[in-house]
């Protein structure tokens, strides 16, 4: 049964990656449907789009994942701490080596200092790593990101373009935290149609993201026809470091192989929905909203295939059943 749920998982994923593939290459061959529609500019779409995600999100929590945090303390506070100290890092870094435009630098680095999201659960779940794990690192990390996403930008990304500090706070607990209470409140008042809210929820999710990225990509269509290339390799690279880095940082501090792979998912993947809405509230989406863009698609490829090569690599020894209700949740995502 068991194998079946994992089964159907990774191809639910691999369906996604694929319609946020196509969805790139038909805005980028036919932009005009995905800029406006009678006049209406499509771009006013994505924070709403974001805010019903992240509602999605918060419908499918509830407080017992947050017990991870007082169970595995440690596990739980490298997993944040590599994945806010090695992307914003690796971004900082791969902005100033490949000399970009300086909006479309600021959005490699954006995308560094965002916050993991629902994928990692996935992808951890298809790879037999730690889920409980992987839900508590998403959902603390997703609650910290108005107060580190802001800081880090301004620190890293302040050489690039201005930053408003509170602007941004603000932005981000509208987009995020605001939706993630309401979901958390509606999951505890409706507990009992949870299963179906589970159900419904990612899908929308899936199908609000893929939309989202064909958006961007119409709107910086021109800026990615000059830089594309260069910056699907930059955020590739971003993305597979992010992978290993994330990975041996937890060997280094002791982890178990379950765990490692964990962290090494939630470093190596990131929120880009979050931070295209961040770039649409900055008037910015056509070109600090581009590497988030095509962070989406790199990420769900790269991430499908390491989960699916883990998950034929069982670890030796599992720490956790991933039969628990909280990864029950993760196999819905």
């Not at 998982?9 to 449907?33: C, D, E, K, Q």
């Not at 805010?51 to 991870?68: A, V």
């Not at 802001?150 to 932005?171: C, N, R, T, V, Y």
Request: with cysteine; proline share 5%; hydrophobic share 55%.
């Amino acid at each position: 049964m068991k194998a079946e749920t994992n089964e159907r998982s990774s191809y639910r994923n691999l369906i996604y990656t694929a319609l946020i593939i196509v969805a790139v290459v038909v805005a980028l061959t036919f932009p005009g449907p995905f800029t406006e529609i009678n006049g209406f500019s499509l771009k006013k779409l994505i924070v709403p789009l974001l805010q019903i995600i992240m509602l999605g999100m918060g419908t499918t929590m509830s407080i017992k994942d947050f017990e991870g945090v007082i169970q595995q303390p440690r596990a739980v506070f490298i997993g944040v701490s590599c994945h806010f100290l090695i992307m914003p890092l690796l971004g900082f870094t791969l902005a100033n080596v490949f000399s970009f435009p300086p909006e479309i630098a600021a959005g490699v680095v954006l995308i560094g200092c965002s916050p993991s999201g629902l994928a990692s659960n996935v992808m951890c779940f298809i790879a037999k790593a730690n889920v409980p794990l992987s839900i508590t690192i998403t959902t603390l990390a997703t609650l910290l990101a108005p107060f580190l996403m802001p800081a880090l930008m301004k620190l890293l990304a302040g050489q690039f373009i201005e930053i408003s500090l509170w602007d941004m706070m603000i932005h981000i607990t509208q987009i995020v935290i605001v939706p993630v209470v309401v979901g958390l409140i509606l999951n505890r008042i409706f507990h009992k149609s949870a299963v179906m809210i589970n159900r419904v929820m990612p899908l929308l999710s899936m199908a609000g993201i893929v939309l989202i990225v064909a958006i961007i990509t119409a709107a910086g269509r021109d800026s990615l026809l000059t830089v594309g290339w260069t910056l699907a390799l930059c955020v590739l690279i971003h993305n597979l470091t992010g992978f290993t880095l994330g990975y041996w940082a937890a060997r280094l501090f002791g982890m178990d192989e379950q765990s490692c792979r964990t962290v090494a998912i939630e470093v190596g993947l990131q929120n880009g929905g979050l931070a295209s809405g961040i770039a649409v509230q900055m008037g910015k989406v056509a070109t600090v909203g581009l590497a988030p863009a095509l962070f989406g698609p790199i990420m769900n490829t790269t991430g499908s295939l390491l989960a699916t090569y883990w998950s034929q690599h069982p670890p030796k020894e599992i720490a956790l059943d991933n039969t628990s209700p909280q990864s029950m949740k993760a196999q819905d995502a």
